[in-house]
């Protein structure tokens, strides 16, 4: 998707030598004594030309904004971005996130960013591609494909409501999906300062509405843990990590036509675990003393 339009670029057939021809062709060029010409056959298109052309409408898409200047994190979610624009998944084929996106290392192109971690706020390579996951669950969520693998977060994000996240992690966790159509689709991702889009492309927009339900089920407290941290003084306390409340929720996908529900989709459950606010003092500070009063 590049200046308001669907941008289509032909498949480069890959080329391997012809092993069955090779023999004929070095007996020609002994023969005759020229120079041998390589035997080369051309491997199958993936997809053909004419499918192709066919991936014309946007099917669905879906948007999520940040903070452009979370410098660090706003790369990750361009360089995940950059790695899956254009991907194509012909009838049947599944999209495994991890695989497409690859390990977060700096090497590959990714930093140092926040993430959550058991429902603690740590920091690691790839921090803030959850968006991505998240950004694109929600454009196949809109396009009715097959969910195959997707996971909650240990604490609820700030860009989509609840229920409505996925959390990747390599290499165990992860967001899949299957092209359950009969017709090719192609990922479509726009960075922007801010702003990240999904489109899934194909032969023509869905023809349904699509809204959401979400179902509160439950909360609980994970209350407060203390660290000792021998540097501080008696009285003082230090926020380690803000932690927060647990929840759970179940989400169902609302198909329509018109205002008429032909189908409401059970998405599950989601957990957010939480985690308690962990705060650090020093039990073994003395309080100061009084001073002694002068003569």
């Not at 999904?198 to 339900?213: M, N, T």
């Not at 020093?282 to 002694?292: D, E, G, M, S, Y």
Request: charged content about 25%.
């Amino acid at each position: 998707w590049a200046g308001g339009r669907v941008k289509l670029t032909p498949e480069i057939p890959t080329w391997e030598l012809d092993q069955a021809r090779l023999s004929a062709a070095w007996a020609d060029a002994l023969a005759n004594n020229t120079a041998l010409v390589v035997p080369l056959k051309a491997e199958d298109l993936k997809i053909k030309p004419e499918q192709l052309e066919s991936m014309r409408a946007i099917v669905s898409e879906f948007n999520t904004k940040f903070s452009s200047g979370q410098v660090a994190r706003s790369k990750n979610i361009k360089r995940a971005a950059e790695l899956i624009d254009g991907t194509i998944l012909m009838p049947g084929e599944v999209f495994d996130f991890n695989r497409v996106v690859g390990q977060r290392t700096a090497a590959r192109g990714f930093h140092v960013a926040g993430v959550y971690v058991s429902g603690r706020h740590e920091f690691d390579f790839g921090g803030g591609i959850c968006q991505v996951s998240t950004t694109l669950y929600n454009a196949v969520l809109l396009g009715e494909l097959k969910v195959n693998a997707r996971n909650p977060h240990s604490l609820p994000v700030p860009y989509v409501p609840l229920g409505r996240d996925a959390a990747v992690s390599w290499p165990n966790l992860d967001f899949k999906f299957t092209n359950d159509t009969k017709s090719p689709l192609a990922v479509s991702a726009e960075y922007r300062p801010g702003q990240l889009t999904f489109r899934i492309l194909g032969e023509a927009k869905h023809p349904h509405d699509v809204s959401f339900e979400t179902k509160f089920l439950g909360s609980w407290d994970n209350g407060v843990k203390y660290e000792t941290d021998s540097s501080l003084g008696y009285g003082v306390e230090r926020v380690v990590d803000r932690g927060g409340a647990g929840r759970r929720v179940r989400t169902y996908r609302l198909i329509k036509t018109g205002d008429q529900v032909v189908r409401r989709d059970d998405l599950g459950e989601s957990v957010y675990r939480g985690g308690p606010r962990i705060v650090a003092r020093n039990p073994n500070a003395k309080p100061p003393q009084p001073k002694a009063p002068a003569d």
